[in-house]
């Protein structure tokens, strides 16, 4: 089998499942960690190494705009490697590839297949945290692997359980979780259900839905006493320069979570953004963190 991976969440799954060797192609922002071989990249992003989340959402409104897509892709190098399964996602555009490029693509591997062999095409499509295990049972079952597929599930379902166990007699704690930040963003789909597992309440979620916008008004009269900072495909440290660089003209200290030093900066490659395993790591690293932070 000979799998294009399009979306870093599955390339996770696969890897986690013990299949990345099953991997010929998977996207530039896609981790494949010690694989016995090297899988081409066959995308990459427009948006300039160093940019702002401020010159980021510039760049994403111009292309929705114009509807040019942030993310290219190599079609002639996906042809070359002869994949009979590309895996890709409908959920966002912004960081992926849009519905006009996977057409033109499935075009291309239609004309391209040898005689008597289709290649399957799997859309993960989660919104919801159940939607995500859904989502590994539905790919492990399309490549034939669902015995990998449900034991993935079950370890993951332990771990969570496991962190539940230890929160289930704390009470509820205020919390925001902001995507983005120029301007902010709260978070939504997947990841209020996430914190709600260790108690903690996203008072700006939109469990099952779409992030938005919010103003820092909002963010100021939920009081928070946690604040995760979560950039959508920002690292660690980019995302600590911007909060420092804000700080001249955002009173963080407004605040009660910024006040008490009570905020988490995470990698935003790989804590909310991916629906897989990376989730249930993020959640142990939270709960980890809190454990060392509150009383």
Same mark, same amino acid.
């Given at each position: 089998m ?7 969440a ?15 192609g ?13 899988i081409?990249?066959? &995308? ?6 160093g ?11 111009e292309?929705?705009? &114009? ?32 519905p ?7 075009r291309?591997?239609?004309r ?8 399957r %095409? ?20 399309a490549?034939g ?23 289930q ?8 979780t902001l ?7 709260n978070?939504?789909?997947w ?6 597992t260790?108690?903690?309440?996203d008072?700006?979620g ?5 992030s938005?916008?919010?103003? %820092? ?12 900072f979560a950039c ?6 980019? &995302? ?6 804000l700080?001249s003209?955002?009173? %963080?200290?407004?605040l ?25 790591e ?5 709960s980890? %963190? ?6």
């Amino acid at each position: 089998m000979r799998i294009v991976s399009l979306l870093p969440a599955a390339t996770d799954m696969l890897t986690a499942m013990g299949l990345p060797h099953l991997m010929v192609g998977c996207t530039h922002e896609c981790d494949v960690g010690e694989s016995s071989h090297v899988i081409p990249r066959v &995308t990459h992003s427009r948006i300039p190494l160093g940019a702002s989340s401020g010159e980021i959402d510039r760049l994403v409104r111009e292309a929705s705009a &114009t509807k040019e897509p942030l993310t290219r892709i190599d079609r002639e190098l996906v042809q070359s490697l002869r994949p009979d399964v590309v895996i890709s996602q409908g959920l966002c555009e912004v960081c992926a590839l849009t519905p006009n490029q996977l057409q033109e693509l499935a075009r291309d591997l239609d004309r391209d297949r040898t005689q008597g062999t289709s290649i399957r %095409w799997i859309e993960l499509d989660p919104r919801t945290l159940e939607d995500v295990f859904q989502s590994m049972h539905d790919l492990g079952d399309a490549i034939g692997r669902t015995d990998e597929a449900l034991s993935l599930i079950q370890r993951l379902r332990m771990r969570m359980a496991a962190l539940g166990e230890q929160h289930q007699s704390k009470p509820g704690i205020a919390t925001i979780t902001l995507e983005w930040l120029q301007p902010f963003f709260n978070v939504g789909h997947w990841t209020p259900e996430l914190l709600q597992t260790i108690n903690l309440e996203d008072r700006l979620g939109n469990p099952g839905g779409h992030s938005h916008p919010c103003s %820092w008004d909002e963010i100021v009269r939920t009081q928070p006493e946690v604040l995760l900072f979560a950039c959508c495909g920002r690292t660690r440290e980019e &995302t600590r320069q911007e909060i420092e660089a804000l700080s001249s003209t955002i009173p %963080w200290s407004q605040l009660p979570a910024m006040a008490n030093g009570r905020f988490l900066v995470l990698d935003g490659n790989t804590s909310f953004s991916r629906p897989g395993p990376r989730l249930v790591e993020t959640l142990e690293e939270i709960s980890g %963190w809190l454990a060392h932070t509150l009383p």
